[in-house]
């Protein structure tokens, strides 16, 4: 059994007499790539910079590594790694510099150019750090935050605003932390980045935890499963297509038809069957996979309606 | 230690590739300089002159009230004053010293006998201003003798170039400007640099690092003093070079460089930790040193301010920054300049002393 590097017991966290943070736990083993999803003011940058020493906390407690942060806030900041939100660094320093800078408060540091080579920075090494676009800026904090060759990594949204070949390349660099054996905290409001990069989901929403587990369970427990989807077929297919599948659902000249475990095969091969014998009068016929978008919706029942359940 | 050696390292690499600061740092206080120096030089606002009345007879008196009818001279009355000092401190351009005995004098030659009545005036010939306040005196004694005497000799004026300040107007100013150049540096780039890391997230970032934000405040108070000095160096040469002031450098002049930092930099400090957001900090600093510029005895002498821009001058620290460099560099006078420079060190410290206490990039 692996270790627990992060355990956080009934945190919380008040600004006045407004909850940010309500209650929550959670641990993070030696290894993982944990991800905090949730929408803007979900508490994500709140949790993740009391983990930081950052702000403290209103009742709680969160250990790193074994310290606990109210006491050994200097031994938590040598070994651990952060990017924060909206990251900046000094604007009239070249890449190098800004690397440079931050290694040397640390009595032990990595060998900066290695860390320009690893994020692929090599031919800005010497642009000035406003001069960067937002994409290499996120690199360069992902850079800064390895100085230290720290065990745990925290980056708070990460990909927040970049392109999508930016958001490859951010993602690129996550991977290669997860090889070197790091654990990283990852906070995004995007579920594909969640999906893509975390081995282990917490769905955040008013400073509550709604759900957690892996990206794959989540869909599963919460997507409302897959969907079979006929588009625009004529009118007479439609009413055969109704009378022989239970439980379809009709939204205009589209069918929707919610495949269920155990019996989804069936649902899609009377479906075939019956628009060949029609003539093929349907325009297309496909599945949609649940994403973590459907597990999202779900739980906070912004559109839970149109999600089944 | 390296951590601050790092951070100053940086800071000057950083300071010296952005042009504007180049400008604010080295030209800024020579345009301040020429600017105030061509436009206030040649005609410093009203000619001035002390007197010291002696005598206290219905004589001298009726000759000071016809000084005063004139209109062309304001005269103020220094009795109880070390006028003889202060003109060597470039405080008096001019000043009437009436001795005793002087109505007596005046009756006995008016009568025949044989004294005139002699009326010494000390002035400071680097003044413009001063040659024209002895020529008013002399003309309202020759009003006395033509009125009293027929044109007999009575009233003996008796111009006397004293022991000179050697200030002329660009004398006066240079160290009005370097004091300027302190309080402006050092307040801005204390509330600028604090507003602006904080802003763009650079306190966040570091606050997750081992450095403390003491460390940082000392790299940084050590980065601004030098950069102050700097300054100030530039600005000094220049004087030298163009007008051939040579101000003396001096222990109590750099203590006064140094502390005076310390103070506008803990006051931009305390600045931005109560008003946190960036512009507001940096308008909140200029609305109150803008003024300060003015009323600080740094482009006109306190002593030729309306009475209650001079109650302004006494609280406004600047003064003594100016005052205390202007003893030191220029007339020097030490004892002065110690003064001054003890009023420095005490509000720098309890200045800079609370900036530090109140400065931290935690957030709650
Ligand atoms: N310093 C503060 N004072 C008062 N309220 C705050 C403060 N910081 C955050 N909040 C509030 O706490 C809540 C959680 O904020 P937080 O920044 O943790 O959200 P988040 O999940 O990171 O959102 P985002 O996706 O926008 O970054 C929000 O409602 C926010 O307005
Ligand atoms: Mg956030």
């Known amino acids: 059994m692996t270790k627990n590097v992060i355990e956080v017991k009934s945190l919380v966290k008040k600004y006045g007499d407004f909850t940010a943070v309500d209650n929550i736990s959670f641990s993070i083993k030696k290894g993982e790539i944990f991800a905090f999803l949730g929408p803007n003011g979900a508490g994500k940058t709140t949790t993740v910079e009391i983990m930081e020493c950052l702000k403290s906390l209103t009742a709680g407690s969160v250990n790193i590594l074994g310290y606990d942060i109210k006491k050994d806030e200097m031994k938590v900041k040598q070994k651990i790694g952060v990017l924060p939100q909206d990251f900046n660094a000094f604007e009239w320093l070249t890449v190098y510099e800004n690397i440079d800078y931050f290694a040397q408060m640390y009595p032990k540091h990595l060998d900066v150019d290695s860390l320009v080579e690893m994020l692929s920075l090599e031919h800005k090494r010497d642009v000035l750090f406003k001069d960067l676009s937002g994409g290499l800026k996120q690199r360069v904090g992902i850079a800064i935050s390895l100085v230290n060759d720290p065990e745990i990594v925290f980056l708070d949204e990460p990909s927040t605003g970049l392109d999508p070949k930016?958001?490859?390349?951010?993602?690129?660099?996550?991977?290669?932390?997860?090889?070197?054996?790091?654990?990283?905290?990852?906070?995004?409001?995007?579920?594909?980045?969640?999906?893509?990069?975390?081995?282990?989901?917490?769905?955040?929403?008013n400073g509550h935890i709604i759900a957690e587990g892996t990206p794959e369970d989540l869909i599963n427990?919460?997507?409302?499963?897959?969907m079979l989807i006929i588009r625009e077929c004529d009118g007479h297919t439609r009413n055969e297509l109704i009378k022989s599948i239970p439980d379809c659902k009709v939204?205009?000249?589209?069918?929707?038809?919610?495949?269920?475990?155990?019996?989804?095969?069936?649902?899609?091969?009377?479906?075939?069957?019956?628009?060949?014998?029609?003539?093929?009068?349907?325009?297309?016929?496909?599945?949609?996979?649940?994403?973590?978008?459907?597990?999202?919706?779900?739980?906070?029942?912004?559109?839970?309606v149109e999600g089944g359940k | 230690m390296s951590r601050i050696s790092t951070d100053i390292k940086y800071s000057f690499k950083e300071t010296f590739r952005d042009r504007m600061n180049i400008f604010w740092m080295f030209v800024f206080p020579i345009v301040l300089f020429l600017l105030f120096?061509?436009?206030?030089?040649?005609?410093?606002g009203s000619i001035t002159l002390y007197y010291q009345d002696n005598d206290v007879s219905q004589m001298s008196n009726s000759f000071i009230q016809a000084l005063n009818s004139t209109g062309a001279l304001e005269l103020k009355d220094g009795s109880g004053m070390n006028l003889e000092q202060m003109l060597k401190d470039g405080k008096v351009s001019a000043y009437i010293e009436i001795p005793k005995g002087f109505g007596?004098?005046?009756?006995?030659?008016?009568?025949?006998?044989?004294?005139?009545?002699?009326?010494?005036?000390?002035?400071?010939k680097s003044k413009p201003t001063s040659m024209a306040a002895v020529s008013v005196v002399q003309q309202v004694a020759n009003g006395f003798n033509m009125k009293m005497a027929g044109a007999k000799n009575i009233i003996n004026v008796n111009p006397t170039e004293a022991a000179s300040s050697g200030m002329n107007y660009f004398d006066f100013l240079l160290p009005g400007i370097l004091a300027i150049t302190i309080m402006s540096a050092a307040t801005n780039m204390a509330v600028g640099t604090i507003a602006r890391l904080r802003s763009t997230g650079v306190f966040r970032k570091l606050s997750t690092t081992p450095l403390s934000s003491k460390e940082w405040i000392a790299a940084r108070i050590t980065t601004w003093t030098v950069l102050v000095i700097l300054s100030l160096a530039v600005a000094v040469f220049m004087a030298w070079l163009v007008f051939n002031i040579h101000p003396n450098i001096n222990l109590i002049s750099l203590l006064l460089i140094v502390l005076g930092t310390a103070l506008f930099a803990g006051f931009g400090i305390v600045v931005a930790n109560f008003v946190k957001n960036e512009e507001s900090a940096m308008n909140a600093v200029g609305v109150i040193t803008f003024p300060l510029m003015f009323v600080s005895g740094t482009l006109i002498p306190v002593e030729n301010m309306?009475?209650?821009?001079?109650?302004?001058?006494?609280?406004?620290?600047?003064?003594?920054?100016?005052?205390?460099?202007r003893s030191s560099m220029i007339t020097g006078n030490t004892g002065d300049a110690f003064i001054n420079l003890a009023i420095v060190a005490v509000l720098g410290i309890i200045l800079f002393g609370l900036g530090v206490a109140t400065f931290s990039w935690k957030e709650d």
């Open chain 1, 221 to 226: 427990r919460y997507g409302g499963g897959n």
């Open chain 2, 37 to 44: 120096g061509y436009i206030f030089g040649g005609q410093s």
């Open chain 1, 166 to 205: 930016a958001r490859r390349d951010v993602w690129d660099a996550v991977k290669k932390l997860k090889k070197q054996g790091k654990t990283v905290f990852l906070t995004t409001h995007y579920m594909d980045e969640a999906h893509y990069l975390a081995g282990r989901v917490c769905v955040l929403h």
């Open chain 1, 251 to 304: 939204e205009g000249n589209d069918i929707l038809v919610e495949l269920e475990e155990g019996n989804g095969m069936k649902s899609m091969s009377d479906a075939i069957s019956i628009i060949n014998a029609n003539g093929l009068t349907c325009e297309e016929l496909y599945v949609k996979k649940a994403t973590l978008e459907d597990v999202f919706l779900n739980l906070t029942g912004d559109k839970l």
């Open chain 2, 104 to 124: 007596q004098d005046i009756i006995t030659t008016g009568s025949g006998g044989s004294p005139s009545a002699d009326l010494p005036v000390y002035y400071d």
């Open chain 2, 306 to 325: 309306p009475w209650f821009l001079q109650y302004l001058a006494k609280i406004s620290p600047l003064t003594y920054l100016s005052e205390g460099l």
